[in-house]
Protein backbone atom coordinates (compact mmCIF):
# COMPACT_ATOMS: atom_id res chain seq x y z
CA UNK A 1 0.00 0.00 0.00
CA UNK A 2 1.40 3.30 -1.03
CA UNK A 3 0.77 6.04 1.42
CA UNK A 4 -1.43 9.25 0.20
CA UNK A 5 1.00 11.95 1.22
CA UNK A 6 -0.96 14.76 -0.21
CA UNK A 7 -1.19 17.22 2.44
CA UNK A 8 0.23 15.38 5.30
CA UNK A 9 3.02 17.85 7.65
CA UNK A 10 6.28 15.74 8.32
CA UNK A 11 9.64 15.99 9.49
CA UNK A 12 13.03 15.49 7.34
CA UNK A 13 16.12 15.52 9.77
CA UNK A 14 19.45 16.03 7.99
CA UNK A 15 17.83 17.31 5.24
CA UNK A 16 20.60 19.72 3.89
CA UNK A 17 23.05 16.09 3.55
CA UNK A 18 22.98 13.85 0.45
CA UNK A 19 20.34 11.41 0.79
CA UNK A 20 18.01 13.48 2.97
CA UNK A 21 17.69 16.30 0.56
CA UNK A 22 16.51 14.18 -2.04
CA UNK A 23 14.11 12.44 0.23
CA UNK A 24 12.88 16.20 1.13
CA UNK A 25 12.31 17.02 -2.28
CA UNK A 26 10.34 13.76 -3.20
CA UNK A 27 8.07 14.29 -0.44
CA UNK A 28 7.32 17.79 -1.58
CA UNK A 29 6.87 16.69 -5.24
CA UNK A 30 4.18 14.27 -3.66
CA UNK A 31 2.23 16.65 -2.14
CA UNK A 32 3.47 17.01 1.28
CA UNK A 33 4.11 19.74 3.71
CA UNK A 34 7.49 19.04 4.90
CA UNK A 35 9.71 20.59 7.83
CA UNK A 36 13.48 20.29 6.68
CA UNK A 37 15.17 20.35 9.87
CA UNK A 38 18.85 21.56 9.11
CA UNK A 39 21.97 21.88 10.86
CA UNK A 40 22.09 25.57 12.26
CA UNK A 41 25.48 27.35 10.94
CA UNK A 42 26.50 31.20 11.01
CA UNK A 43 25.68 31.33 7.49
CA UNK A 44 22.53 29.90 7.02
CA UNK A 45 22.98 27.56 4.83
CA UNK A 46 20.29 24.73 3.98
CA UNK A 47 23.03 22.80 2.82
CA UNK A 48 21.98 21.36 -0.60
CA UNK A 49 18.52 22.30 -0.12
CA UNK A 50 19.62 26.02 -1.21
CA UNK A 51 19.17 25.63 -4.95
CA UNK A 52 15.82 23.46 -4.35
CA UNK A 53 13.28 24.52 -7.06
CA UNK A 54 11.23 27.40 -6.11
CA UNK A 55 7.76 25.43 -6.49
CA UNK A 56 9.06 22.69 -4.45
CA UNK A 57 10.70 25.35 -2.05
CA UNK A 58 6.91 26.67 -1.16
CA UNK A 59 5.74 23.27 0.33
CA UNK A 60 8.82 23.37 2.53
CA UNK A 61 9.41 24.94 6.34
CA UNK A 62 13.03 25.45 7.48
CA UNK A 63 13.76 24.41 10.32
CA UNK A 64 17.29 24.92 11.58
CA UNK A 65 18.70 23.79 15.00
CA UNK A 66 20.84 21.22 16.08
CA UNK A 67 20.01 17.45 16.80
CA UNK A 68 21.48 17.24 20.17
CA UNK A 69 19.71 19.55 21.25
CA UNK A 70 16.53 18.16 22.43
CA UNK A 71 14.41 21.38 22.81
CA UNK A 72 15.28 22.23 18.71
CA UNK A 73 14.51 18.62 18.18
CA UNK A 74 11.04 18.57 20.33
CA UNK A 75 9.98 22.27 18.71
CA UNK A 76 10.64 20.54 15.01
CA UNK A 77 8.36 17.24 15.63
CA UNK A 78 5.44 19.01 17.36
CA UNK A 79 2.43 18.82 14.56
CA UNK A 80 4.04 16.38 12.11
CA UNK A 81 2.53 12.59 11.93
CA UNK A 82 5.83 11.12 10.21
CA UNK A 83 9.12 11.69 10.72
CA UNK A 84 12.25 10.49 8.89
CA UNK A 85 15.24 10.55 10.47
CA UNK A 86 18.52 10.74 9.00
CA UNK A 87 20.52 13.32 10.69
CA UNK A 88 23.72 11.51 11.82
CA UNK A 89 27.69 11.93 11.54
CA UNK A 90 28.96 9.35 8.50
CA UNK A 91 32.10 9.52 7.44
CA UNK A 92 33.96 6.54 8.80
CA UNK A 93 37.75 7.43 8.63
CA UNK A 94 36.78 10.77 10.63
CA UNK A 95 35.08 8.67 13.35
CA UNK A 96 38.65 7.27 14.02
CA UNK A 97 39.74 10.91 15.07
CA UNK A 98 36.73 12.12 16.18
CA UNK A 99 34.17 9.17 18.04
CA UNK A 100 32.72 11.10 20.18
CA UNK A 101 31.05 13.38 17.91
CA UNK A 102 29.55 10.63 16.61
CA UNK A 103 28.32 9.40 19.79
CA UNK A 104 27.22 12.71 20.45
CA UNK A 105 25.33 13.29 17.02
CA UNK A 106 24.00 9.25 16.40
CA UNK A 107 23.13 8.15 19.57
CA UNK A 108 22.53 10.95 21.33
CA UNK A 109 20.72 12.83 18.83
CA UNK A 110 18.83 9.96 18.13
CA UNK A 111 17.45 9.95 21.69
CA UNK A 112 16.22 13.19 20.99
CA UNK A 113 14.15 12.24 18.33
CA UNK A 114 12.58 9.27 19.90
CA UNK A 115 11.88 10.99 23.07
CA UNK A 116 10.34 13.53 20.77
CA UNK A 117 8.64 11.22 18.86
CA UNK A 118 6.95 9.62 21.91
CA UNK A 119 5.78 13.42 23.77
CA UNK A 120 4.37 14.27 20.11
CA UNK A 121 2.43 10.83 19.08
CA UNK A 122 4.03 10.83 15.13
CA UNK A 123 2.19 8.17 13.27
CA UNK A 124 4.98 6.46 12.43
CA UNK A 125 9.03 7.48 12.89
CA UNK A 126 11.59 6.28 9.78
CA UNK A 127 14.59 5.71 11.27
CA UNK A 128 17.66 5.25 9.07
CA UNK A 129 20.50 2.98 9.73
CA UNK A 130 23.59 1.91 7.46
CA UNK A 131 24.66 -1.42 5.68
CA UNK A 132 28.38 -0.78 7.64
CA UNK A 133 26.00 -2.39 10.91
CA UNK A 134 26.88 -5.67 9.64
CA UNK A 135 29.87 -5.22 9.28
CA UNK A 136 31.88 -8.14 6.69
CA UNK A 137 29.46 -10.08 5.14
CA UNK A 138 29.27 -14.16 7.53
CA UNK A 139 26.74 -14.73 4.67
CA UNK A 140 25.26 -13.97 1.61
CA UNK A 141 23.07 -12.38 0.78
CA UNK A 142 23.05 -10.53 4.07
CA UNK A 143 19.24 -10.33 5.72
CA UNK A 144 18.12 -8.45 8.19
CA UNK A 145 18.81 -11.08 10.45
CA UNK A 146 22.60 -10.85 9.80
CA UNK A 147 24.25 -10.67 12.80
CA UNK A 148 25.31 -6.93 13.33
CA UNK A 149 29.49 -6.06 13.71
CA UNK A 150 30.90 -2.79 14.89
CA UNK A 151 33.76 -2.49 12.98
CA UNK A 152 34.30 1.21 12.72
CA UNK A 153 33.43 3.77 15.76
CA UNK A 154 31.05 5.07 13.11
CA UNK A 155 29.23 1.74 12.79
CA UNK A 156 29.40 1.13 16.60
CA UNK A 157 26.77 4.53 17.25
CA UNK A 158 24.66 3.66 13.93
CA UNK A 159 24.10 -0.12 16.08
CA UNK A 160 23.57 1.72 19.25
CA UNK A 161 20.95 4.26 17.58
CA UNK A 162 19.08 1.24 15.84
CA UNK A 163 18.77 -0.85 18.64
CA UNK A 164 17.60 2.27 20.63
CA UNK A 165 15.04 2.88 18.13
CA UNK A 166 13.97 -0.68 18.56
CA UNK A 167 14.16 -0.54 22.48
CA UNK A 168 11.30 2.31 21.79
CA UNK A 169 8.71 0.68 20.32
CA UNK A 170 9.38 -2.66 22.66
CA UNK A 171 8.76 -0.23 25.38
CA UNK A 172 6.68 2.38 24.83
CA UNK A 173 5.28 1.66 21.75
CA UNK A 174 6.82 4.04 19.63
CA UNK A 175 5.78 3.44 16.02
CA UNK A 176 9.61 2.69 14.97
CA UNK A 177 10.89 1.27 11.32
CA UNK A 178 14.08 1.00 10.71
CA UNK A 179 15.41 1.96 7.22
CA UNK A 180 18.54 -0.06 6.35
CA UNK A 181 20.24 1.71 3.60
CA UNK A 182 23.25 -0.12 1.64
CA UNK A 183 25.42 2.16 -0.79
CA UNK A 184 23.79 4.79 -1.71
CA UNK A 185 25.18 6.82 -3.89
CA UNK A 186 24.30 9.53 -6.85
CA UNK A 187 23.90 13.60 -7.19
CA UNK A 188 25.35 16.01 -4.49
CA UNK A 189 27.29 12.65 -2.58
CA UNK A 190 30.28 13.83 -0.14
CA UNK A 191 33.83 13.25 -1.89
CA UNK A 192 34.18 10.67 1.17
CA UNK A 193 32.61 8.24 -0.43
CA UNK A 194 33.69 5.85 -3.13
CA UNK A 195 32.34 6.97 -6.14
CA UNK A 196 32.56 10.71 -6.25
CA UNK A 197 36.35 9.63 -4.83
CA UNK A 198 36.67 7.70 -8.28
CA UNK A 199 34.48 9.84 -10.66
CA UNK A 200 35.91 13.17 -9.44
CA UNK A 201 39.46 12.08 -10.19
CA UNK A 202 38.73 10.80 -13.35
CA UNK A 203 36.98 13.86 -14.63
CA UNK A 204 39.66 16.00 -13.24
CA UNK A 205 42.02 14.28 -15.45
CA UNK A 206 44.66 12.86 -12.99
CA UNK A 207 46.48 9.87 -14.80
CA UNK A 208 46.73 7.87 -10.96
CA UNK A 209 43.48 7.27 -9.75
CA UNK A 210 43.79 6.96 -6.16
CA UNK A 211 42.25 4.87 -4.16
CA UNK A 212 41.88 2.41 -0.68
CA UNK A 213 41.60 -0.84 -0.72
CA UNK A 214 40.62 -2.53 -3.80
CA UNK A 215 39.28 -5.84 -2.81
CA UNK A 216 36.05 -5.20 -0.76
CA UNK A 217 32.67 -5.60 -2.33
CA UNK A 218 29.95 -3.55 -1.97
CA UNK A 219 26.25 -3.37 -3.18
CA UNK A 220 25.57 -0.23 -4.57
CA UNK A 221 21.64 1.37 -5.06
CA UNK A 222 21.21 4.75 -6.65
CA UNK A 223 19.49 7.47 -4.10
CA UNK A 224 15.90 7.58 -5.97
CA UNK A 225 16.33 4.16 -5.29
CA UNK A 226 17.12 4.47 -1.85
CA UNK A 227 14.30 7.28 -1.38
CA UNK A 228 11.48 5.41 -2.69
CA UNK A 229 12.35 2.60 -0.08
CA UNK A 230 12.56 4.88 2.63
CA UNK A 231 8.94 6.47 1.94
CA UNK A 232 7.60 2.72 1.51
CA UNK A 233 8.68 1.80 4.96
CA UNK A 234 6.31 4.55 6.22
CA UNK A 235 3.43 2.43 4.69
CA UNK A 236 5.13 -0.90 6.54
CA UNK A 237 2.12 -3.09 8.44
CA UNK A 238 1.85 -2.40 12.18
CA UNK A 239 3.13 -6.08 12.95
CA UNK A 240 6.69 -5.13 11.04
CA UNK A 241 7.31 -1.89 13.46
CA UNK A 242 10.14 -2.39 15.54
CA UNK A 243 12.20 -4.07 12.53
CA UNK A 244 14.55 -3.09 9.79
CA UNK A 245 14.19 -3.29 6.35
CA UNK A 246 17.30 -3.85 3.96
CA UNK A 247 17.47 -1.15 0.86
CA UNK A 248 19.38 -2.62 -1.19
CA UNK A 249 20.23 -3.70 -5.37
CA UNK A 250 21.05 -7.56 -4.25
CA UNK A 251 24.14 -6.77 -7.07
CA UNK A 252 27.90 -6.59 -5.47
CA UNK A 253 30.69 -5.25 -7.27
CA UNK A 254 34.66 -5.18 -6.22
CA UNK A 255 35.94 -1.56 -6.04
CA UNK A 256 38.59 -2.42 -8.67
CA UNK A 257 35.75 -3.32 -10.59
CA UNK A 258 33.45 -0.08 -9.84
CA UNK A 259 36.89 2.01 -11.02
CA UNK A 260 37.48 0.37 -14.30
CA UNK A 261 33.93 0.63 -14.97
CA UNK A 262 33.97 4.23 -14.06
CA UNK A 263 37.38 4.52 -16.05
CA UNK A 264 35.45 3.12 -19.00
CA UNK A 265 31.96 5.38 -18.78
CA UNK A 266 34.09 8.50 -18.00
CA UNK A 267 36.70 7.81 -21.12
CA UNK A 268 39.20 8.70 -18.71
CA UNK A 269 43.19 6.95 -18.84
CA UNK A 270 44.17 6.58 -15.69
CA UNK A 271 46.08 3.72 -13.72
CA UNK A 272 44.52 2.37 -10.31
CA UNK A 273 46.16 2.27 -7.25
CA UNK A 274 45.78 1.25 -3.52
CA UNK A 275 48.05 4.20 -1.32
CA UNK A 276 48.30 3.63 2.39
CA UNK A 277 46.48 6.87 3.26
CA UNK A 278 43.48 5.46 2.22
CA UNK A 279 43.32 2.35 3.64
CA UNK A 280 41.32 1.63 6.71
CA UNK A 281 42.89 -0.05 9.52
CA UNK A 282 42.44 -4.26 8.56
CA UNK A 283 40.47 -5.12 11.14
CA UNK A 284 37.86 -2.75 10.23
CA UNK A 285 37.34 -3.01 6.93
CA UNK A 286 33.95 -4.02 6.02
CA UNK A 287 35.38 -6.78 3.11
CA UNK A 288 31.79 -7.46 1.41
CA UNK A 289 28.76 -6.64 1.18
CA UNK A 290 25.54 -7.68 -0.58
CA UNK A 291 22.04 -7.23 0.20
CA UNK A 292 18.82 -9.40 0.69
CA UNK A 293 16.18 -7.24 0.56
CA UNK A 294 13.09 -9.98 -0.03
CA UNK A 295 11.84 -8.29 3.09
CA UNK A 296 11.49 -5.16 1.80
CA UNK A 297 9.98 -6.81 -1.78
CA UNK A 298 7.25 -8.95 0.42
CA UNK A 299 6.24 -6.16 2.87
CA UNK A 300 6.47 -3.04 1.48
CA UNK A 301 6.54 -3.69 -2.48
CA UNK A 302 10.05 -2.32 -3.23
CA UNK A 303 12.85 -2.62 -5.56
CA UNK A 304 14.96 -0.81 -7.36
CA UNK A 305 13.99 0.83 -10.60
CA UNK A 306 17.24 2.55 -11.57
CA UNK A 307 19.88 0.16 -12.46
CA UNK A 308 23.86 0.13 -11.44
CA UNK A 309 25.14 1.36 -14.86
CA UNK A 310 21.98 4.02 -15.44
CA UNK A 311 22.51 5.74 -11.69
CA UNK A 312 26.11 5.91 -12.38
CA UNK A 313 25.60 7.85 -15.74
CA UNK A 314 23.44 10.20 -14.03
CA UNK A 315 25.79 10.52 -11.27
CA UNK A 316 28.71 11.07 -13.58
CA UNK A 317 26.57 13.80 -15.38
CA UNK A 318 26.16 15.56 -12.91
CA UNK A 319 29.88 15.76 -11.26
CA UNK A 320 30.88 17.04 -14.35
CA UNK A 321 28.55 20.12 -14.27
CA UNK A 322 29.45 20.55 -10.15
CA UNK A 323 33.02 20.12 -10.26
CA UNK A 324 33.41 23.12 -7.99
CA UNK A 325 32.07 21.05 -4.94
CA UNK A 326 35.21 18.85 -5.22
CA UNK A 327 39.15 18.78 -4.76
CA UNK A 328 39.95 15.84 -6.30
CA UNK A 329 43.30 16.10 -5.30
CA UNK A 330 42.87 15.99 -1.77
CA UNK A 331 41.74 12.59 0.66
CA UNK A 332 38.81 13.78 2.20
CA UNK A 333 38.14 12.25 5.47
Wanted: proline residues 5%; aromatic residues 8%.
Amino acid sequence: MTLELEGRRVLVTGAGGFIASHLTEELARRGAVVRAFTHYNARASRGWLDGIEPELAERIEFAPGDITDARSVREAVEGCEYVWHLAALIGIPYSYAAPISYVRTNIDGTLNVLEAARDCGVRRLIHTSTSEAYGTALSVPISEDHPLQAQSPYSATKIAADKLAESYWCSFGVPVVIARPFNTFGPRQSARAVIPTITAQLLAGRGRLELGALSPTRDLNYVANTVDGMIACASAPNDALGTVFNLGSGREISIADLAALLVKMTGADAEIVSVDERLRPEASEVERLVCDASRARRLLNWEPRISLEEGLERTIEWLRANMSFYRPEDYTL
